[in-house]
């Protein structure tokens, strides 16, 4: 059981390159999540989706796109990178808004560094 | 806006100490959560705390939540080295995780 998995580990991007970090689930969880996680402030909310074909911002959604196309896969795109994008960046995910009883489970993170 | 705020931030304590982190929040919620995260590593769950008076132990660690006072601890008994990690609190509501800003703890000899 794979879980929740993130590729690349490890990026480093000039300014105004794009990218894109892929995020896989295989738990069939219906939500999924993007955060950052930036020293002294925890993590971010990006954006989120409850479920394919749904998506919606969170905290700090400037600068980043996303899509659902099907349950599984939650891309994350960075449209022309800043330097104020480098963090780490984590996907989650749980099984649903209504199950109250379940944590997010976490991918290892994508550590971006935007010089 | 929701707000999450542990202390403290940072904390050094001797092993087999006992201490208490606190995560208050800002916002009604009954669903509060509590992740360690290792150096380089991702978060791992440790609790899910539903309603209020919940309370729940895993070994040297024990969570409880207070919903009326929106308060949440993480208790520390008998402190060991491998306890030192950083932990955070979380809230869930209006399908948004919104994390605090976490508590670094090392445990030293």
């Known amino acids: 059981n794979a879980g929740v998995t993130q590729t690349p580990k490890f990026q480093v991007l000039k300014t105004g390159q794009s990218m894109t970090l892929q995020c896989a689930q295989d738990?069939?969880?219906?939500?999924m999540s993007w955060y950052r996680q930036d020293p002294g402030m925890g993590l971010r909310l990006i954006h989120y989706s409850v479920g394919a074909g749904i998506t919606d911002q969170g905290e700090v959604p400037n600068g980043y796109n996303v899509s659902r196309s099907t349950t599984e896969d939650f891309p994350l795109r960075l449209l022309s990178a800043a330097p104020s994008q480098t963090s780490v960046y984590f996907c989650?995910?749980?099984?649903?808004?209504?199950?109250?009883?379940?944590?997010?489970?976490f991918g290892q993170g994508t550590r971006l560094t935007v010089v | 806006e929701l707000k999450v705020e542990q202390n403290p931030l940072f904390l050094s304590m001797q092993e087999g100490k006992n201490y208490t982190i606190y995560c208050n929040y800002s916002t009604t919620s009954d669903r509060l959560y509590w992740y360690r995260q290792d150096p380089g590593k991702s978060l791992e769950s440790l609790f899910v705390l539903l309603s209020n008076g919940a309370v729940k132990q895993e070994g040297r660690l024990m969570a409880s939540l207070d919903t009326k006072a929106r308060l949440s601890t993480l208790h520390i008994t008998a402190a060991v080295h491998d306890l030192s990690a950083t932990y955070f609190c979380a809230v869930f509501t209006g399908n948004q995780f919104y994390f605090g800003t976490g508590t670094s703890l090392t445990v030293i000899p």
């Open positions: 989650a995910s749980r099984p649903g808004r209504w199950l109250l009883n379940t944590e997010a489970f």
């Open positions: 738990m069939n969880h219906e939500y």
